[in-house]
C-alpha cells in the first residue's frame, strides 16, 4: 500500500516524538521533562525537529592545574524514554568542538565537555526512509576553586561605603594613657563587624584589634609625634562586600 507523503510526514509527527535521551556516566544525567520533549513540527529540510531542555557539564580543575571535562552517553528515545538508537542510522556531532567533544558509536555517543560555553550534540538518522535531524543544547561550565567562588561572591556585592581616617591624639610621656576608638579614628557607613589591625608604628603604641582603642604606653619622647598607620576592615554583609581600608593617625608627646 503507497501512502502519500503528507500521511507520513503527519504519522511520523505523532508516532516519533523522538529525544535525545542522556545517561551520566560517573556524574548525575540531566532529567528532562515529559511535556518539554515534544513539540515536533514536519519540516521539509529536516523532517521531525525537536525542542531539548539543556543539559550541563562540569569542567574540573586537576592537581596540575589542567581541566578535566564530565560526560555522559547520548542516545536518541522515543517519548517514553525507550533508546530507538539501535534501530535506527544515527550519526552525532557536535556544533562546536572547542565546547564539547562527540564521540559516535553508532548506536550511542559519548559528549566531554572541553571549554567553556554553549553548543549543540546534533543527531542525523534514518527512519523509514527519511533523514531526520535532532539536537540538544549542551552548556558547559568550568567548576570555580573555594577561593574562585569566594571572589566572585564579593564581586557580586554592593562595595562597602566605609568612610575612616585618623585623628590626632595628645599624651605624656611619663603616664600610660587608653584612648577610645573615637578619640583616634572617626569611622562610619561600615556594614559588617569592624576589625583594626596596627601595621607600623613604635612599639609602645598599640591597638585593640576588635575595639579599636589605643594604649599608649610612658616612655615616649617627650616633643616627638609619631606616625602610626593601621588597616580597619569591615567585614560585610550578605548584601556589602568585604573592604580593607589604610588610614593613620598621629600621637604628640606633651613636654
Known sequence: MIMKKKSISKLLAVALSVCMCVTGLGVSPASVAADSVVKAEDNSVSGVKLVFSPTKLKLKRTTDGHTKGEYVSVNLCDSDGNVISKNVAAEFSSSDKFVIKVADYLDSAFVTGVGTGTAYVRAKYNYNGQQLE??????????????????????????NPIIVSGKRITTTAYKTKTFSRKKVIRLSKAKGTVTYKKITGDSRIKINKK????????????GTTYNVMLEVTAKGTKKYAKVTKTVFFWVKVNF
Open 134 to 159: 535532532a539536537s540538544c543544547k549542551v552548556t558547559v561550565e568550568l567548576e570555580l576553586t573555594p577561593e574562585e567562588k569566594k571572589q566572585q561572591e564579593q564581586a557580586s556585592k554592593k562595595p
Open 211 to 222: 575595639t579599636g582603642k589605643v594604649t599608649v604606653k610612658k616612655g615616649l619622647t617627650r
